[in-house]
């Protein structure tokens, strides 16, 4: 008698690591990998009945079929980033090749596979933000070949941007990319996080990033995500940030079949400030989640968090963003707003804006529009002589424009506007 | 310059205009006065192509050409301006940016090379002078946050830099102090020449007292019913429009 074993989806999909070796992976880190296989083995996929997951639907993700592949050694690419600073990672490894490196006193800038044999606060720290109970996070944990890693000293002041850039030059592969930033107190950085995708076909990122702003530190980081038209995403971000610190955040998702962001600032301290800045520019068939949860746990916290939809073609957007003020965090200004145009009969927007307040002495907002681009500008605009193309392209402009001006790196601003530019065009 | 013929136009199936016949010449100026409702801004944006407005009937021949065939783009690099009623905020669009997409798109529509920056910052600057619009006004989004007043002389500096061949001014002078309308007006009598023309819709005669008119006509019902020289406006001022609905329907009966 033959037995037929049934391999369930997640069986599936964790066996795409089996030839994967992380023998040479420091004991600690081993260790961690261990606790989240553990937690893997109880949990499941989520489904659309899981109200984290409503708008998003991951079959797509989870029955793909891929391979983890290293690079091939040769790799000739100009990547031109306007830095000094660029760690590569390709196909999740770290590519020693295309990365470079200009030392700067009190700033380890580093894989983080190097990161592991020396940083003592990597040892303490790693993995200690993610959410144990979210399945991709802890694959991520347990899989992870490589990622970036960054540790600015206390008040040490970085000028030029940090890039960090995760590529895929292959078809149908699974990465799982992993980024540790500590950014000391008193100090400031700002990072480029940026994915491009040189193949074509069903790739799947499954990244994870902790970052750390300790007392009165200064981290922006400014997240491209240009997948292939038909790779995935899921991008993780789990921030704490210390008393009198600012955080920024912008991400631009410009490609993908399938992205999800998950931003979560569990623990804000006292006086602090945030910003959450996001921009997806969509067509195709492209679906795009922005999932942000923002904590307010002590006083005089501020928060700004802008998020932009352009919905063109058969797109899908979904927005849900909340901010909880714990009933400690007397005088927390938050503001949460999302607006999104609606280019076609046939892209859809789900926005969920949610506040969540025990505290009495507070200001918080929150807001979603969903449009069409205005008519009466559009009229008007082209009584003073603009084409139907440039008039629509320069409302898109505008739209656009509040999430781009807080982008606090030159490069990055003129790529994002550049982008704008090319896409919307010709647009009808 | 422009010939209106038998113009018919209707908004969701109702018809506002009647039947307009006016030709304006070069060198000219008309005032279009007429009670509220009697289609004076409907013909402004008939004019300028707003596409809520489904011409029914007649025609319009702009400078040789059929002006209703146009697209509304088109229109204004042949050489209308509608200066308008309710100018509109569009925050994030820079004044002096988009004037520039528009001159340039114009000029490369004609052949020509766009405006050196130098010859357009020259002008930006003589123009806001021209309506006495503060420098930080042009360089800011397109009447985001403008007062009223502000508002109208955008138009009148917008009017300035584009350099129509015919102005049509909707209701400009409505809801400005003397101050603003003596600013304005003297922006659009600094602009006059032989060679162009501008047709001014208004309520009251108070702008006409500073932009002289050669003809008044007064819409009613969607008609042209009477036209007149400058003085017919003061009588419009001092009689109302009753007189003249009624010397219409004496006409008639």
């Known amino acids: 008698m033959n037995e037929t074993v049934t391999l369930t989806n997640k069986d599936k999909f964790l066996s795409h690591f089996d030839l994967v070796d992380f023998s040479m992976d420091e004991d600690f880190s081993s260790d961690k990998r261990k606790e989240a296989m553990e937690l893997i083995q109880w949990l499941d996929f989520p489904t659309s009945k899981a109200e984290y997951w409503k708008y998003t639907r991951i079959n797509k993700i989870i029955k793909g079929d891929y391979k983890v592949s290293a690079p091939e050694n040769e790799i000739e690419i100009d990547l031109a980033v306007p830095t000094k600073n660029c760690i590569v990672l390709i196909n999740g490894y770290f590519s020693e090749e295309l990365s470079f490196f200009d030392i700067t006193e009190g700033i380890q800038f580093s894989s983080l596979s190097d990161a592991k044999k020396s940083s003592s606060i990597l040892k303490e720290k790693f993995n200690s933000l993610v959410k144990k109970d979210e399945i991709f996070a802890d694959i991520n944990s347990a899989y992870h070949q490589d990622g970036a890693f960054m540790h600015v000293a206390k008040n040490v002041q970085a000028d030029e941007p940090y890039y960090i850039l995760n590529m895929v030059d292959d078809s149908n592969i699974i990465s799982n990319p992993r980024n540790f930033i500590f950014v000391e107190q008193g100090a400031n950085a700002k990072v480029v996080l940026k994915t491009i995708n040189t193949a074509n076909t069903g790739s799947f990122t499954n990244m994870v990033s902790e970052i750390f702003v300790e007392k009165n530190a200064h981290f922006e980081i400014n997240k491209i995500q240009d997948e292939a038209e038909d790779s995935f995403q899921i991008a993780t971000e789990q921030v704490v940030q210390a008393d009198d610190s600012t955080f920024k955040i912008n991400t631009f998702t410009l490609n993908g079949a399938i992205v999800r962001n998950n931003l979560n600032i569990d623990s804000l301290g006292k006086n602090t400030m945030t910003y959450l800045n996001g921009l997806y520019p969509l067509k195709g068939k492209q679906h795009v989640d922005n999932h942000t949860y923002l904590l307010h746990r002590e006083p005089n916290g501020e928060s700004h968090e802008l998020y932009k939809g352009i919905m063109g073609d058969s797109s899908t957007g979904v927005f849900n963003g909340k901010v909880f003020v714990h009933r400690e965090a007397q005088k927390t200004n938050a503001f949460q707003s999302n607006a999104n145009i609606v280019m076609t009969d046939t892209a859809t927007i789900n926005s969920k804006p949610e506040l969540e307040i025990y505290a009495d002495d507070v200001k918080c907002s929150h807001g979603s529009t969903t449009g069409q681009l205005d008519e009466e500008a559009l009229f008007y605009l082209r009584a003073r002589g603009l084409s139907k193309e440039s008039a629509r392209a320069v409302l898109v402009n505008a739209f656009a424009s509040d999430v781009i001006e807080q982008i606090g790196v030159d490069a990055v601003k003129d790529e994002i506007e550049k982008y704008i530019d090319d896409n919307y065009q010709g647009i009808k | ?253």
């Open chain 2, 1 to 253: 310059m422009i010939k209106i013929e038998n113009l018919h136009a209707s908004i969701e199936g109702t018809e506002i205009l009647t039947g307009i016949n006016l030709e304006v010449k070069a060198g000219e100026v008309h005032a279009i006065m007429g009670p509220n409702g009697s289609g004076k801004s409907t013909l402004a944006n008939v004019l300028a192509g707003r596409d809520e407005y489904e011409v029914t009937e007649g025609s319009v021949d702009f400078l040789g050409e059929d002006l209703l065939d146009m697209e509304p783009e088109d229109r204004s690099r042949a050489g209308l301006f509608l200066a308008f009623q309710y100018p509109v905020e569009i925050p994030g669009v820079s004044n002096i940016n988009f004037l520039k997409t528009a001159i340039n798109e114009a000029r490369e529509k004609r052949g020509e090379d766009p405006m050196p920056a130098k010859d357009f910052l020259k002008r930006v600057k003589e123009k806001s002078k021209l309506v006495e619009l503060d420098g930080r006004l042009a360089n800011r989004s397109v009447n985001e946050g403008f007062s009223g007043g502000e508002k109208k002389r955008n138009e009148i500096f917008q009017m300035a830099m584009l350099d129509p061949k015919l102005a049509v001014l909707d209701e400009t002078d409505s809801g400005l102090d003397i101050d603003a309308l003596r600013i304005v007006a003297n922006g659009v009598n600094e602009l006059k020449t032989k060679d162009n023309a501008s047709i001014v819709i208004t309520h009251y005669q108070r702008l006409l007292d500073y932009i002289v008119p050669d003809f008044v006509h007064v819409l009613y019902q969607g008609k042209i019913v009477k036209t007149g020289p400058k003085e017919l406006a003061l009588e419009l001022e001092e009689r109302g429009y009753d007189w003249i609905i009624k010397e219409l329907e004496e006409v008639t009966a």
